[in-house]
C-alpha cells in the first residue's frame, strides 16, 4: 500500500525530473496542496532526493520562548529560501545552481547595504561630519553574513508590503558627541525609515539605534537578554562607516571581556538543540501543520524585538 509521505516524495521526483533543482519555496509553489511541512519531510526521508543550502547560521534569542537560543535562518526560511532540492543524479546542476543561489543573497545583500549607506548620506552635511567624527555605524543580523534575501512580508504598522529582511543600522557614539547633533541624526533618520517604507520603488524597513559607547560596553557583561543581544549585535556585525579606532576598541573588549567566547559557545549549543529540533519534526503526525503554535515554533523563531536596546 503506498503511503501518502511516498506519494509526496514521487511527485518532487516528477518535479525535480522535468525541472531540475528547486528552492523549497519553488517545491511549494507547485505542490501547493500540500504543506511545507510535509514536503519537508519528504524531502529529508528520501533515499532519492537531497537538500543543499547555503546559509550560514548565526545566534538569535526567541524570546517568546524564555529567551530559548535559536539559529537563523530559521528550519522553514531555510529550508524555503535558501535551500536547494535535487535528485542524486543531478549533482553537476546542484553546483552551478548553489552557486548562483548564494550570489543572489550576496547581491541582494550589498543592494540593502548600499541603502542604509545611502540612509546616511541623506544625513545633513554638519550631521555626516558628527558620524564621522564621533561614531562609528556598522550593520547587524542577514546583510552582515550575506544572506539578506527580499521575500515580500507585510509590515504590522503600515500595511505595506515590505521586501525581505530589514536593515539594521546601529550607531555609537563616542563621550564627545554633541548630545543636540545626535538628537537631530535620530529625527532624519526617522524620516528616512518613513520614506524608505513608503516609497513604492525602495519599501525597505530601515531600523536603527544610537547608542553611547558606555552603554554598548555594558551590554558586554552578557548578562540579561538585552545585553546577550547587543553583544551578539556588535559580534556578528559589519563596519560601515565612522571611527574605526571606536569599533575596534569594542571589539578588542568583546573578546578581553570573555563575551566572544560566551556567544560562540551559546552558538555550539543552539546547534546541538537545531539538531533535536529537526528530530521532533521528523517524529511529528504527517498532518501536523504550522497553524497548531507548538508545531510552529519548531519551524519559525520569533523576531528579537528586544534587539535594539
Keep these: 500500500m503506498t503511503s501518502e509521505s511516498d506519494v509526496i516524495d514521487s511527485e518532487i521526483q516528477e518535479i525535480l525530473q522535468a525541472g531540475g533543482p528547486k528552492t523549497g519555496y519553488e517545491l511549494s509553489e507547485k505542490l501547493s496542496h500540500i504543506t511545507d511541512i510535509a514536503i519537508w519531510r ?40 535558501f535551500s536547494l532540492v535535487y535528485l542524486t543524479d543531478q549533482m553537476v546542476d546542484i553546483v552551478e545552481g548553489g552557486t548562483m543561489l548564494a550570489n543572489r543573497f550576496r547581491t541582494i545583500s550589498l543592494q540593502k547595504l548600499s541603502w542604509a549607506r545611502e540612509a546616511l548620506l541623506q544625513l545633513d552635511e554638519d550631521l555626516q561630519e558628527v558620524l564621522y567624527d564621533h561614531c562609528v555605524v556598522f550593520l547587524s543580523g542577514d546583510i552582515a553574513y550575506y544572506l539578506a534575501h527580499e521575500t515580500k512580508r507585510t509590515h504590522s504598522q503600515l500595511g505595506v508590503e515590505v521586501n525581505g529582511s530589514d536593515i539594521d543600522i546601529v550607531i555609537v557614539t563616542n563621550r564627545g558627541a554633541p548630545p543636540n547633533k545626535i538628537a537631530k541624526i535620530e529625527s532624519q533618520l526617522l524620516t528616512i525609515k518613513k520614506i524608505y517604507l513608503m516609497t513604492p520603488d525602495i519599501r525597505e524597513e530601515l531600523d536603527f539605534i544610537v547608542k553611547p559607547i558606555d552603554t554598548m560596553l555594558g551590554q558586554l557583561e552578557y548578562g540579561d537578554i538585552h545585553q546577550k543581544i547587543a553583544s551578539k549585535i556588535l559580534y556578528e556585525s559589519y563596519f560601515l562607516m565612522g571611527r574605526v579606532d571606536i569599533y575596534q576598541t569594542l571589539m578588542r573588549h568583546l573578546k578581553l571581556r570573555g563575551t566572544w567566547d560566551k556567544i560562540e559557545r551559546d552558538f555550539e549549543t ?32 520569533s523576531k528579537e524585538r528586544l534587539e535594539f536596546q
Design 270 to 301: 543552539a546547534l546541538g538543540q537545531r539538531k533535536d529540533t529537526i528530530e521532533k519534526i521528523l517524529d511529528l503526525a504527517p498532518d501536523a501543520s504550522t497553524d497548531d503554535e507548538e508545531v510552529a515554533s519548531l519551524f519559525f523563531a
Design 42 to 81: 519528504a524531502c529529508y526521508g528520501s533515499s532519492e532526493i537531497r537538500v543543499s543550502n547555503c546559509a550560514r547560521y548565526y545566534l538569535r534569542y526567541d524570546i517568546t520562548r524564555g529567551n530559548e537560543l535559536r539559529l537563523s535562518p530559521s528550519i522553514l526560511r531555510d529550508f524555503l529560501t
